[in-house]
């Protein structure tokens, strides 16, 4: 069963700030990673699928990149609006990590 | 609009019976693997349950085989999650996603999904 481990759990950052957030598959996976973005009291939104393919209306500030077992979400600059926390997702069996908890400094 | 509505949910007494429905809109359901998705109170996100676009095929999470039944009626462009013998451990938020159709055998990316509909499970 592949694991999908992200990192930090949780970062503090400033509006503006450049961030990286990073998962790691315990085995190769090819291309096969979903990013999504889950406000307090709101479903999951689809931010990027196939582990850099931008989804429809996502600002061009969010980019993904990364194959095989190492992935990143990167928010070139920070906006209000993108405090929230961050998932990667395997496509099989639709595996989760755990998430990371984008906060303000 | 493409959406998802959801409806359901509510509390419910360990063994009981609880049925979610997801109502589909702005897109052909029929062209979709639909899933469920749900997260415990404070938790990450756990992949439930998947069918394919005409029904034939279910897949579950370990955790749910037996209990948990999911189906699907083209015809009103529906998705319903039958759970039986209710945990305590069932207790979050269930979310009905449409899957992207990249192609991927075994599962995909979720592109629409749900508001949530919150099921606790307490005596």
């Known amino acids: 069963d592949i694991q999908m481990t992200q990192s930090p759990s949780t970062l503090s950052a400033s509006v503006g700030d450049r961030v990286t957030i990073t998962c790691r598959a315990s085995q190769s996976i090819s291309s096969w990673l979903a990013w999504y973005q889950q406000k307090p009291g709101k479903a999951p939104k689809l931010l990027i699928y196939e582990a850099s393919t931008l989804e429809t209306g996502v600002p061009s500030r969010f980019s993904g990149s990364g194959s095989g077992t190492e992935f990143t979400l990167t928010i070139s600059s920070l906006q209000p609006d993108d405090f929230a926390t961050y998932y990667c997702?395997?496509?099989?069996?639709?595996?989760f990590g755990q998430g990371t908890k984008l906060e303000i400094k | 609009e493409v959406q998802l509505v959801q409806s359901g949910g509510g509390l419910v007494q360990p063994g009981g019976s609880l049925r979610l429905s997801c109502a589909a809109s702005?897109?052909?359901?029929?062209?979709?693997?639909m899933s469920w998705v749900r997260q415990a109170p404070g938790k990450g996100l756990e992949w439930v349950a998947n069918i394919k676009k005409d029904g034939t095929e279910k897949y579950y999470v370990d955790s749910v085989k037996g209990r948990l039944t999911m189906s699907r009626d083209n015809a009103k462009n529906s998705l319903y999650l039958q759970m039986n013998s209710l945990r305590v451990e069932d207790t979050a938020v269930y979310y009905c996603?449409?899957?992207?159709?990249?192609?991927?055998?075994?599962?995909?990316?979720?592109?629409?999904w749900g508001q949530g509909t919150m099921v606790t499970v307490s005596s």
């Open positions: 997702q395997h496509y099989n069996r639709y595996k």
């Open positions: 996603a449409r899957d992207r159709d990249s192609g991927y055998a075994g599962g995909d990316a979720l592109d629409i």
């Open positions: 702005g897109f052909t359901f029929s062209d979709y693997w």
